[in-house]
């Protein structure tokens, strides 16, 4: 390949020909600023740098916007050792850069991975202006780094540099990434009193920081009070509501933006299906899905990685395997949420198959990857496999198990009933235990009526969070189970004098469109009389069948023929019972809890399944468990 250089109106200076060193013949006849930045706008840096290099020779020196072009360019291609090599060449040349080219090389080191450099380039500068901050609070964002780009920020204000908008985005960012209430509040204000808060971008930055700070009211009042809004408005309002546990209101805003004539883009429909998938809600996430194919976004990676994750958590594995077949390309993140999605519905040595695939197909799997297989190990009683694979990360594939990794192991062994190896691994692991890991022992004690093991979690889930309702619920059942009456009375007097109050089980069935909620012996439905004849039917005949009830479940000290009557009416039982009185004959039932299943709850409901040749579908807090005859 050989590249002529030189003026439009023709040679100025010697001819000079030489090995660009990479195969390609640079012929240079006379250099200027154009050569430079048009070669840098063709993506062809290295031949630009060829030339910066001969000017340097030739005694040439180069212009400021010549290095600013080469900046720019290592910025396009990510190439740190270029933009050393640029960086090297201004102090060599003797060049002496104004702040426009200083902010640039601080720009790009920040923006190819090393914000050592770019902050050892801002230090050095004789004078800064708003670009220069907000360049470096912008690099720590982006290397994650919250804390010195709030510090950095807040420095800025002691040196009376007055924000611009741009730098209270990126401070705003830093708040979120935080999840920095106070911090994101006090820049809110500042905003306000700097009269930028009616910027529309301004505006859509502090929605998504209220979000991620878990504050959802706020977020919803910037977005009431925005002027103007965009699709990003809207799409952040949603994923905000879909994020925080307020999916209906992600879809009731959802409507509003198409009726307000707002066109969805692909990122608002990724909002749409996380809502979907938080609620379980197949048949929205479905019309969800007509929208994404009519607007031509199904075949977008992101958004059919988000439909087979959302067919997951909804219960249809059908679809799931059905958009993910369909995918022209997948990356980890496809295949690791196909494969949570197998793991989510009770399916884990299918998602283990799905696992081998994805290496056959030669993508390598990530640390996301891992959680999913652990679970599916936990949840499917694959002891030998998890324990494989947990040692399978960092030997083969060199990932350093984190926190999420050694939870999955408690909870293996411990439903495996293997609960001193659970306990010595909580002791042992590089971290600090938190209440969701004793919690996941306190659980295995449960099943296994471990008392005194269960007792030791209790109080070290004590220390962490007091007022966890799971730790108390969890530890009156164990003393339960082992018809420790005394120890359930006390449990009940600690969380009154604490002022701690179980949340009620309560279980959704919709049915014609309309969602029916029931909690345990709830006599409040219209068809109550109707639900508990049926219930009583079907008690009758699934014990004919060989259904026994489990009575070690009851937690009062009462009678054999009450034990009984306090667990046929728990809430997944009635919302059962009212979906076989009001839907056809054959058609499948979809219920959600929002609580553990009981063990008694999972056996009737696998009877009922049986003699009424239903399909079954129940959503509790960890998974989707599916009964079919």
């Given at each position: 390949m050989h590249l002529l250089v030189g003026y439009q109106g023709g040679c100025r200076g010697p001819l000079s020909r030489r090995s660009s060193g990479d195969g390609c013949n640079v012929v240079i006849c006379g250099t200027s600023k154009k050569d430079v930045q048009t070669l840098c706008k063709e993506g062809r840096l290295k031949e630009a740098l060829h030339i910066l290099d001969h000017m340097d020779q030739q005694g040439i020196q180069a212009h400021s916007d010549s290095y600013f072009c080469l900046l720019q360019g290592c910025i396009d291609t990510k190439s740190l050792a270029e933009g050393k090599h640029v960086h090297a060449h201004i102090i060599k040349s003797g060049f002496k850069p104004n702040v426009f080219l200083r902010n640039a090389l601080v720009n790009m080191y920040a923006k190819c991975g090393s914000v050592v450099d770019a902050r050892q380039v801002f230090d050095k500068m004789p004078k800064r202006d708003v670009v220069s901050w907000t360049t470096m609070i912008a690099g720590y964002v982006q290397q994650g780094n919250g804390e010195k780009a709030?510090?950095?920020?807040?420095?800025?204000?002691?040196?009376?540099?007055?924000?611009?908008?741009?730098?209270?985005?990126?401070?705003?960012?830093?708040?979120?990434?935080?999840?920095?209430?106070?911090?994101?509040?006090?820049?809110?204000?500042?905003?306000?009193?700097?009269?930028?808060?009616?910027?529309?971008?301004?505006?859509?930055?502090?929605?998504?920081?209220?979000?991620?700070?878990?504050?959802?009211?706020?977020?919803?009042?910037?977005?009431?009070?925005?002027?103007?809004?965009?699709?990003?408005?809207?799409?952040?309002?949603?994923?905000?509501?879909?994020?925080?546990?307020?999916?209906?209101?992600?879809?009731?805003?959802?409507?509003?933006?198409?009726?307000?004539?707002?066109?969805?883009?692909?990122?608002?429909?990724?909002?749409?299906?996380?809502?979907?998938?938080?609620m379980s809600a197949l048949t929205e996430g479905m019309e969800s899905h007509a929208g994404i194919t009519n607007s031509g976004f199904e075949s977008d990676i992101v958004v059919a990685t988000a439909l087979v994750s959302m067919y997951g958590k909804c219960g249809s594995l059908e679809d799931a395997r059905s958009v993910f077949n369909k995918m022209h390309w997948r990356n980890v993140v496809s295949w690791t949420a196909i494969t949570t999605a197998y793991c989510h519905n009770g399916l884990g040595k299918e998602a283990l198959k799905l696992f081998q695939q994805m290496q056959w197909q030669g993508v390598k799997p990530d640390s996301t990857t891992f959680v999913s297989i652990l679970s599916a190990c936990s949840h499917s009683g694959l002891l030998d496999e998890?324990?494989?694979?947990?040692?399978?990360?960092?030997?083969?594939?060199?990932?350093?198990?984190?926190?999420?990794?050694?939870?999955?192991?408690?909870?293996?062994?411990?439903?495996?009933?293997?609960?001193?190896?659970?306990?010595?691994?909580?002791?042992?692991?590089?971290?600090?235990?938190?209440?969701?890991?004793?919690?996941?022992l306190l659980g295995a004690c449960r099943i296994y009526c471990d008392v005194h093991r269960g007792t030791r979690a209790a109080d070290h889930i004590?220390?962490?969070?007091?007022?966890?309702?799971?730790?108390?619920?969890?530890?009156?059942?164990?003393?339960?189970?082992?018809?420790?009456?005394?120890?359930?009375?006390?449990?009940?007097?600690?969380?009154?004098?604490?002022?701690?109050r179980k949340d009620p089980g309560c279980s959704w069935i919709e049915v014609n469109d309309k969602v029916h909620a029931f909690v345990a012996r709830d006599r409040s439905h219209p068809q109550t009389q109707e639900i508990y004849?049926?219930?009583?039917?079907?008690?009758?005949?699934?014990?004919?069948?060989?259904?026994?009830?489990?009575?070690?479940?009851?937690?009062?000290d009462v009678e054999e023929d009450l034990k009984e009557h306090l667990l046929c009416y728990h809430s997944e039982k009635l919302a059962i019972a009212f979906g076989l009185l009001n839907t056809p004959c054959g058609t499948p039932l979809r219920i959600i809890k929002n609580l553990c299943v009981c063990v008694d709850c999972h056996t009737a409901t696998k009877f009922i399944s049986k003699i009424s040749g239903r399909k079954i579908a129940l959503r509790d807090v960890n998974r989707f468990h599916h009964f079919q005859d």
């Open positions: 709030l510090k950095l920020f807040w420095q800025m204000e002691c040196e009376s540099i007055k924000p611009d908008k741009i730098a209270f985005i990126c401070v705003l960012k830093a708040c979120a990434h935080l999840a920095s209430l106070e911090q994101g509040s006090w820049i809110h204000a500042h905003i306000i009193k700097s009269r930028f808060e009616s910027d529309v971008s301004v505006g859509n930055t502090l929605v998504v920081m209220y979000a991620k700070c878990g504050s959802i009211e706020h977020a919803q009042q910037v977005f009431s009070r925005m002027p103007k809004r965009d699709v990003v408005s809207w799409t952040a309002m949603i994923s905000a509501y879909a994020h925080n546990g307020h999916g209906k209101d992600a879809l009731k805003l959802f409507k509003q933006m198409q009726q307000n004539g707002v066109e969805p883009n692909k990122v608002t429909f990724i909002g749409v299906l996380d809502a979907c998938a938080g998890g324990c494989y694979y947990f040692d399978a990360m960092s030997r083969n594939y060199g990932i350093t198990p984190v926190a999420e990794h050694y939870g999955c192991m408690i909870d293996l062994f411990g439903r495996a009933g293997y609960l001193d190896e659970a306990e010595d691994l909580l002791n042992s692991m590089p971290f600090c235990p938190d209440a969701a890991k004793w919690g996941s004590l220390e962490l969070d007091s007022k966890n309702t799971a730790l108390y619920s969890l530890l009156s059942n164990i003393y339960a189970a082992a018809s420790q009456w005394d120890d359930v009375a006390n449990v009940r007097k600690v969380m009154a004098d604490r002022a701690v004849a049926e219930l009583e039917r079907l008690t009758e005949q699934i014990k004919k069948a060989g259904y026994v009830l489990d009575k070690n479940l009851a937690l009062h």
